[in-house]
């Protein structure tokens, strides 16, 4: 069966620093991936999107960056973190072969920016 | 701009109650509604809908999608503790894989 698996679990880092969240995916080949995020008070936003190897489609302009280096691998970062960059954030995954599907998510990075 | 719009809020009752969840929707090229389930983590997966009018069960929990009035319900009989959570509708459009997600309905069993 597929696992997505997605660390760290919290995260508190300072403004301006760096920043890299990861999340793999197992048991499947080829999935569409994606990295949402849930600020409190909203719902969760569509920030990338990748449906292969280095294909990423962003959402809305930010401070953040994605990266899929593997077929099963999706990474968000920034270069320097904002206070606004504060939220929930969650991995997912869906079948590639069909966009019809439902997506299945992980368990999500807390980030606090100081 | 796509739109969903989940009612209630937030909702309490007590255990063995039937509770009822709102969601509508405003969207271009609609495809599918999903329904997930939220506690302190991920959220799960419920129910995928693309058709009118056909409902889907699992257990307790049914949901069906009216898209004539571009809305869906999801129903949860002799509801339990263990339902206490937030319960998260979104709408899968056109081909881009986006899902616009409402903001969600907080649901509070008590014993």
């Given at each position: 069966s597929q696992t997505i698996h997605q660390w760290p679990a919290t995260l508190v880092q300072p403004v301006g620093s760096p920043l890299s969240l990861e999340c793999t995916v197992e048991g499947t080949s080829n999935p569409n991936l994606y990295w949402y995020r849930q600020a409190a008070g909203r719902g969760l936003q569509l920030l990338f999107y990748s449906v292969g190897i280095g294909q990423i489609s962003s959402e809305v302009p930010q401070n953040l960056s994605a990266s899929r280096p593997q077929d099963r691998q999706f990474i968000l970062s920034s270069k320097k973190l904002l206070l606004s960059d504060s939220g929930f954030y969650l991995c997912a995954w869906s079948e590639?072969?069909?966009?019809n599907q439902p997506q299945h998510f992980g368990d999500g990075t807390r980030l606090s920016i100081l | 701009e796509d739109k969903v719009v989940q009612s209630p809020l937030s909702l309490v009752v007590h255990e063995g109650d039937t509770v009822t969840l709102n969601c509508s929707y405003e969207v271009t090229n609609f495809r599918s509604l999903l329904w997930y389930k939220q506690e302190k983590k991920a959220p799960t997966f419920l129910f995928m809908l693309t058709s009118s009018g056909i409902e889907k069960k699992s257990g307790r929990l049914s949901s069906i999608l009216d898209k004539k009035e571009l809305f869906s319900i999801l129903n949860i009989t002799a509801t339990q503790t263990g339902d206490s959570a937030v319960y998260l509708c979104a709408v899968l459009v056109g081909s881009n894989y986006k899902l616009t997600f409402g903001k969600g309905t907080l649901l509070t069993v008590n014993p």
């Open positions: 590639g072969a069909d966009s | -």
